[in-house]
């Protein structure tokens, strides 16, 4: 203790944001917590993906490296996360090196020796090892000689069981503060609701840290989620239309569909690569390293695809199948335009994927406290599917923000139509106490809604289902609209789907809906809605990229500079990003510089 003095830092972190990263200015918070951190405080910073967290400790370790404060020691959970950042300091000059399981022994020694004699600004690893008996001897002896600068704990949603993503080796990192306590720590994360948030400062302690808490809305970013019909061609439409020839991501739940709908939009015509944990190592870099670089590639992945992805021109991201919660949700759609321009974050559901979604949970080796968290993490999700209201209000009013109705959303652009369910909720729940009165069965959802729209199926007829007091009650009611009041039945627990057959069986909490004590408001249904989803489609494709409004000729001009920029990339072995931005783009087509002057500036 003491070792810390209080002189202050000389070096000025504008300069160094100029100089190291030849960004002209700090984003949002980011000033303040960098501020914050070189004075040698304590922060929570909560920034959404995207936002610039990794500035807000490495800028700090630079400049207090600079006034002899030593080593800033970064906690990162993914050796591809530490690569990465690594990687990136590496070109910006920075000495900065990870330790982790890839190295060997000879390389870690001498990375340990760069570590002890002073030479490097920051140091990442992941939890488990910073606890080892030898790390913690190497961070005793820095510390002893006033040579240990900081902590940064990087996803620090880590440490909570709330969060969506917790690592039990996080929980040791309160060893840290119990060790060194006049050093300073910096938690970041981008996802923490609440809950989450008081976690994560009760495990570290970091009761007097300040808390830094950015606005998670990214404005660019349209949120648009579609009930499934047929997911394959209501996914092609939207590329087609709105995303021809951008780079995106497709999310998908498991390896084979992953590898199904790459195959099946390259047959259309769509550039289309897969990315799952299943592949060769190689193949996935392979990849990544295409999708980084090349224009216009979509990548077709499971979630194992993304963190660390640091692509700022991804325009769209799309989910075929429902995320597990809102967190991973934001996390996913957070990977669309990073660098401010109009991105797309399109979502097709269905009452499959809630059905899905549930059994994981219920069939899970996770304790009850656990899974009723899951559950109500999953509810919170179908809440912002199934909304009527503005997607962004509800988005953000997760995280803790209030907000008004964005006017960038599908339900601002195109307020849905709703309904009133709670007769027909009433309708299918006691149709299904019918099945299990008449022959002691449950059926799955299709039969469910066969008999309740009084359709004389094979199935019907074998089980005398015409003779149920329930048989064609709903026939006014579409199909989808069905599907509508079973995924919200089963998401609110009323009905659980069952066995290998999804049966549906009542919850003792239906009884409360049968007596009409639970009122049901839910959207119509897209099909209903077709003629509005084709306008939208119109307009979504006629406001597509660029990002500046250009005429006819300055379009041209922008593909074509496009393309030059493709040429140029490829030549160079670059992400196209990297020769310019959109947005650069966008202005040189409409400003049409005809000097290098004019156009330097
Ligand atoms: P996060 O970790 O919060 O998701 P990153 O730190 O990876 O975000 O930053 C996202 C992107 O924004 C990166 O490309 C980064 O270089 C860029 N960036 C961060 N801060 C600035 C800034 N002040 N000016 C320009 N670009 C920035
Ligand atoms: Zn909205």
């Known amino acids: 203790m003491g070792v810390i003095t209080d002189e202050p830092v000389r070096a000025d972190p504008l300069s160094v944001l100029h100089e190291v990263y030849g960004y002209p200015a700090f984003r949002g918070a980011q000033q303040a917590i960098v501020e914050h951190a070189i004075a040698g405080g304590d922060a929570l910073v909560l920034m959404p993906t995207g936002g610039g967290k990794s500035l807000c400790y490495q800028i700090p370790a630079i400049v207090r490296h600079r006034a002899g404060r030593g ?56 939890p488990e090892r910073l606890l ?20 940064a704990i990087d996803e620090a949603h880590c440490v ?116 799952h944990a299943g592949l060769d190592a190689d193949v996935r870099r392979r990849h990544q390293d295409r999708f980084l670089r090349e224009d216009g590639l979509v990548m077709v992945a499971t979630i194992a695809f993304g963190m660390g992805i640091d692509k700022p021109d991804v ?150 289902h015409a003779q149920l007091s329930t048989f064609g009650i709903g026939a006014d009611i579409s199909e989808a609209q069905w599907r509508g009041v079973l995924r919200q039945l089963i998401a609110l627990g009323h009905v659980r789907a069952e066995g290998e057959w999804h049966t549906l069986v009542l919850d003792e909490s239906a009884r409360a809906v049968l007596k009409g004590e639970v009122s049901l408001r839910l959207r119509q249904p897209s099909e209903a809605r077709r003629a509005r989803t084709e306008r939208t489609t119109r307009r979504g494709a006629a406001g597509k990229a660029p990002p500046l409004p250009l005429d006819d000729e300055a379009l041209q001009r922008f593909a074509a500079l496009k393309a030059w920029r493709g040429e140029v990339a490829k030549a160079h072995n670059l992400p196209a990003y990297v020769v310019f931005h959109d947005a650069t783009l966008a202005e040189m087509a409409r400003a049409q510089p005809a000097t290098l002057e004019a156009l330097g500036s």
């Open 71 to 126: 080593v800033t020691v970064v906690v990162s959970p993914l050796i591809a996360l530490m690569h990465d950042q690594v990687g990136a300091l590496d070109e910006l000059g920075v000495p900065a090196a990870f330790l982790n399981s890839t190295l060997d022994g000879d390389e870690a020694r001498r990375i340990e020796r760069e570590l002890l004699a002073g030479r490097l600004v920051m140091l990442y690893a992941a």
């Open 132 to 151: 080892t008996p030898r790390f913690l001897a190497m961070l005793d002896s820095l510390h002893a000689r006033g040579k240990l600068s900081a902590f």
């Open 160 to 275: 909570s069981q709330w969060g969506h993503d917790f690592r039990a080796e996080y929980l040791g990192l309160s060893a840290l503060h119990e060790r060194y306590p006049s050093v300073p720590r910096l938690a970041l994360t981008a996802t923490a609701d609440a809950h989450t948030r008081a976690d994560i400062v009760q495990r570290l302690a970091l009761d007097d840290a300040r808390l830094f808490v950015s606005s998670f809305d990214r404005p660019n970013i349209r949120y648009t989620i579609v009930e499934k019909a047929d997911p394959k061609a209501q996914l092609l439409r939207f590329l087609r239309d709105e995303h021809e020839d951008d780079a995106g991501i497709v999310y998908c739940q498991s390896r084979r569909k992953v590898e199904e709908t790459a195959a099946w939009l390259v047959g259309e015509g769509v550039p289309a690569l897969p990315y």
């Open 315 to 464: 325009r769209f991201v799309a989910h075929l199948d429902l995320p597990k919660n809102i967190e991973g949700y934001y996390q996913e759609t957070g990977r669309a335009g990073r660098d401010g321009l109009p991105a797309d974050a399109w979502m097709a559901y269905g009452l499959q994927d809630v059905v899905n979604q549930r059994r994981m949970i219920d069939e899970g080796e996770a304790g009850d406290d656990y899974k009723r968290l899951q559950r109500d993490k999953l509810d919170a999700l179908l809440g912002l599917a199934e909304a009527h209201d503005c997607r962004r209000v509800r988005l953000l009013a997760y995280f803790g923000e209030a907000s008004e109705a964005c006017g960038n959303c599908d339900n601002c652009l195109q307020p849905p139509a709703t309904w009133d369910a709670t007769e027909a909720a009433r309708k299918a729940l006691s149709c299904i106490y019918r099945f299990q009165q008449h022959g002691g069965l449950a059926f799955g959802a299709g039969h469910l809604i066969d008999v309740l729209r009084g359709k004389t199926t094979d199935k019907v007829r074998q089980h005398g």
